[in-house]
């Protein structure tokens, strides 16, 4: 069986950012923002992750499919790898 970490997200408090966590927003990171398919600002947070079954229980194809038929809603822009990979690394240590 294949397994997805997840890392949670929020669209909450997004001005604040504690160790561990990143933001994608609008203002800031326009083409990350668009290239991850989300609605709102977003930070998530690698202190919180889980380790979910990739199955169509946690992962299911989105209405409309605007990506074809697979469970994503967008990608990780490379403009954005360096922020999250720090966010990473500060709670790897």
């Known amino acids: 069986m294949i397994f997805v970490s997840v890392a949670y997200g929020t669209s909450k408090k997004t001005d604040r950012l504690y160790s561990g966590e990143f933001r994608i927003a609008k ?3 326009p ?3 668009v290239s991850a398919g989300l609605s ?3 930070k998530f947070d690698f202190g919180k992750t889980l ?3 990739f199955n ?3 992962f299911s194809v989105p209405p409309h499919a605007p990506n074809g038929q697979i469970p ?3 990608t990780l822009h490379p403009s954005m790898v360096r922020i999250a990979a720090a966010a990473f690394a500060a709670v790897t240590k």
Do not use: Q, R, S
């Open 56 to 58: 169509d229980t946690y």
């Open 40 to 42: 709102f600002d977003t």
């Open 31 to 33: 083409a990350a923002y």
């Open 51 to 53: 380790d979910l079954p």
């Open 27 to 29: 203002v800031e990171h």
């Open 72 to 74: 994503k809603l967008g």
